[in-house]
C-alpha cells in the first residue's frame, strides 16, 4: 500500500498541471440551472494544518463569485428545507504531504445534480455533469496557489454556466 501511495505521489509531482473536462455537453447540463449551493468543500487536515482557515476561505469565496456573477446561492439549511433545486458545486482538494513541502495536489470543481436511469426513472442519484479537474503543486509554505487555483477554476465555472444561460 505504502509503495502504491509513493507511486501516485510520484506521477503527480512528475506531471505538470492536468485539467479535464467542461466539454460543450457537460456545458448543457447547466442550462435553467436556477440556483446552486455551494457544499461538500474538502480540504484535507494537512493543509488545514498551515492554514486554518482555508476551507471557510475557499467556500466564501465560490459563493461571493457566484453571486457576483448572478447565479442564486441557497446555503445548505435553504435546500435542506426543501427551498431550490438540489443542485451543488461541489470543492475538493487532495494533497499528499512531502519531506520538502513541495506537495503534489489535486483539486476538483465539479456540478452534482439528479440524475436518472432512462430504463428506470425511478432510480435516481446525484452524479456529477459537470467539471474540471487539475493536477500540480503547492509549497506548504504558501498555500495561497490552492486557493487561487480554486478561484480560477469557479471562475471556469462561471462561464460555462453563462455560456448556456445568458444574462437577460
Keep these: 500500500m505504502r509503495l502504491a501511495i509513493a507511486l501516485f505521489a510520484l506521477l503527480l509531482v512528475s506531471m505538470p498541471t492536468a485539467e479535464a473536462n467542461d466539454t460543450d455537453l457537460e456545458r448543457k447540463s447547466l442550462r435553467g440551472l436556477k440556483d446552486i449551493t455551494v457544499g461538500f468543500v474538502r480540504v484535507p487536515t494537512e493543509l488545514r494544518q498551515y492554514e486554518p482557515a482555508l476551507e471557510t476561505d475557499i467556500q466564501t469565496a465560490a459563493e461571493l463569485k457566484l453571486r457576483l456573477a448572478g447565479i442564486k446561492v441557497l446555503s ?3 435546500v435542506g428545507n426543501g427551498a431550490g433545486s438540489g443542485v451543488i458545486l461541489n470543492i475538493s482538494i487532495n494533497a499528499f504531504p512531502t519531506n520538502d513541502g513541495n ?9 452534482l445534480q439528479v440524475v436518472r436511469l432512462d430504463r428506470d ?8 455533469t459537470w467539471g474540471v479537474y487539475r493536477i500540480g503543486r503547492a509549497q506548504r509554505s504558501n498555500l495561497r496557489s490552492v486557493r487561487d487555483t480554486v478561484n480560477d477554476m469557479v471562475d471556469q465555472f462561471i462561464n460555462a454556466y453563462l455560456s448556456v444561460n445568458p444574462k437577460k
Design 76 to 78: 445548505a439549511a435553504e
Design 103 to 111: 506537495w503534489p495536489v489535486s483539486v476538483q470543481v465539479g456540478v
Design 121 to 128: 426513472a425511478s432510480i435516481f442519484s446525484y452524479g456529477e
